[in-house]
């Protein structure tokens, strides 16, 4: 196969060149990659943390909302908020690194899912085996796959 006339001229193999083959490389070896993904130090704050995460979430607001509960004590393993609890928390406006402030979009539902999570816990198998820990929060409200996976993931490493 032939390439394009334009495309022969593409400098592949030098760093320097902007959007070239060698700059990705170059980019993609200079990151450092974190040795955990976790937000959490618990299971309930990992799997918190990403049941508020996710579609319509973005990152840093996720990250918000997880510091705020957090930070009440509503995702402490002791603790055992309410709907209303966790529905008021994630009501009021979040902190965002760059000074804004915004609102959680999904509060009554994420509350409502957070409450289930924090009382299934108790009975939680709280296994090292990722696949174990995915299917038993398949069970739960707001994890799907991808979801649950995530925590599972994250949790377990």
Known sequence: MRLPSECRHVPW???EDLGSAAFWIYQTARLRHPKSHRLGTTLLEEAAACLLGGHGVTGPVT???FAHLKDLGLLSEVASPSVDEFCAALRMPLDLP???KVRYRFAAQRADRLAVLTAALRHAPCSAD???LRDWLLG???F???TASWAARNYTG
């Open 13 to 15: 193999l030098r760093p």
């Open 63 to 65: 990250v918000a909302a």
């Open 98 to 100: 760059d000074g804004r």
């Open 130 to 132: 990722g696949p174990v």
């Open 140 to 142: 739960l409200p707001g």
């Open 144 to 146: 799907g796959p991808k």
